[in-house]
């Protein structure tokens, strides 16, 4: 679906209207990854947006031109070989530049300097995170939409594909299956540096409690040591087993975020019960508290200093793995600000986008516990995905 002119406007004016409450000596922005470069044209290219202080755009594209022009609005796109050409229509002198620095590499950071000249570079990452973070109607509506199928997937379809013998990777390959059938888009995008994701986070008993580079509270063996995603091929389902699924839905590029739990072939035990039922109550407290103005440095401190020392123990993670966050923002990435932590003071705004996700390890069981994605209102947090469950028998 081809976005808006008046949608693009907005963002372009929201991104500079902080940039001139905040660097009054800005002179232009250039936007190089593709996932921002998508939300400021409506495409997905190679190629590199200029924005100037006086908000005129320009967008540069290498490869594909004809894509680009097909699916964005925007009517200042232009075809592109190399930098060179950029700087000869705009002129080589950017000023004080802004860029994404987090995405940005220093080679690519060279080659722009051989043809443009910046009196100064800085980060725009933060800014440009700060106006992706409140959603529009228009993303609103796909994040509905991505909630509404993630729930059917994990509520409906997942357990008839769980059966004694199957692997982990075996799993992943149904789940992806059948997450495409009901309209994923086909990829789990996240912006923290090299994760790659895709489905999300599976497993069987206790490979959810197995360490990983990923900043989550879940684990899993993964396929080898150099793919250490999707599933184990050797740990098999076998009757009592724990099934953790942590996985993000996308539609049209937005996303949802959602943990469910099951036990395959058995009941819980009271304790496991216990725990997860902890986790569902803390997901709902944190839920309340997603209103207007509300600081998620104070959501976070009000929340864990209510939990005793021993729940404490393997909490938003198993040993010392234990992760400092209770929520982050989703959109056209899983991983997007909003930070329910220590330390995160700016305000939530409504249509915030949030994923609440207290999670808690239990030793040689797996790891318990829910998610779900919840927008930001005046009555508190409105959830996209459901809500935390009991653990599904199947």
């Avoid at 679906?1 to 902080?18: A, G, K, S, Y």
């Avoid at 009517?75 to 229509?89: F, L």
């Avoid at 994040?143 to 357990?159: D, S, T």
């Amino acid at each position: 679906m081809t976005l808006m002119i008046n949608e693009l406007d907005r963002r372009l004016n929201h991104l500079c209207d902080l940039m001139d409450q905040t660097y009054l000596e800005w002179d232009a922005i250039l936007i190089l990854g593709k996932v921002n470069q998508y939300y400021f044209t409506g495409t997905m290219q190679d190629g590199m947006l200029v924005i100037q202080k006086d908000r005129t755009r320009h967008y540069f594209v290498r490869r594909s031109y004809d894509r680009a022009k097909a699916e964005s609005p925007l009517t200042t796109i232009y075809p592109m070989e190399s930098y060179r050409d950029a700087a000869g229509m705009i002129g080589p002198g950017l000023g004080n530049t802004y860029l994404e620095t987090e995405i940005v590499p220093l080679a690519m950071l060279q080659r722009l300097k051989k043809y443009f000249t910046m009196r100064s570079i800085h980060s725009v990452d933060k800014l440009v995170l700060s106006v992706r973070a409140v959603k529009s109607p228009y993303e609103l509506e796909w994040v509905e939409q991505a909630g509404k199928n993630h729930c059917k997937l994990l509520h409906e379809l997942v357990p008839p594909l769980l059966r004694e013998g199957m692997s982990e990777a075996d799993f992943v390959a149904e789940l992806y299956a059948a997450m495409i059938k009901i309209g994923h888009h086909g990829v789990s995008r996240f912006s923290m540096f090299q994760t790659e994701m895709v489905a999300g986070q599976i497993g069987f008993g206790e490979s959810s409690l197995y360490p990983t580079s990923f900043d989550g509270p879940g684990g899993a063996y993964g396929m080898c040591p150099a793919v250490p995603l999707l599933g184990s091929r050797e740990r098999k389902l076998k009757k009592g087993d724990l099934v953790f699924v942590d996985v993000g839905f996308g539609c049209n590029g937005y996303h949802s975020d959602k943990t469910q739990v099951y036990i395959f072939g058995a009941k819980p035990d009271a304790d496991v019960v216990k725990a997860h039922r902890a986790c569902m109550e803390i997901e709902q407290r944190l839920a309340e508290k997603l209103i207007p103005g509300a600081i998620p440095s104070e959501i976070y401190q009000s929340v864990m200093s209510t939990l005793s020392e021993d729940f404490r123990r393997n909490f938003m993670g198993y040993g010392e793995r234990q992760v400092k966050f209770l929520g982050h923002g989703v959109g056209l990435h899983v991983d997007e600000l909003p930070v329910i932590t220590n330390g995160f003071l700016a305000e939530l705004t409504e249509n915030m986008v949030i994923a609440l996700e207290p999670k808690k390890g239990l030793p040689n069981i797996g790891m318990v516990g829910v998610e779900d994605t919840y927008v930001v209102s005046a009555a508190g947090g409105r959830c996209l995905t459901g809500g935390g469950t009991d653990i599904i028998e199947v």
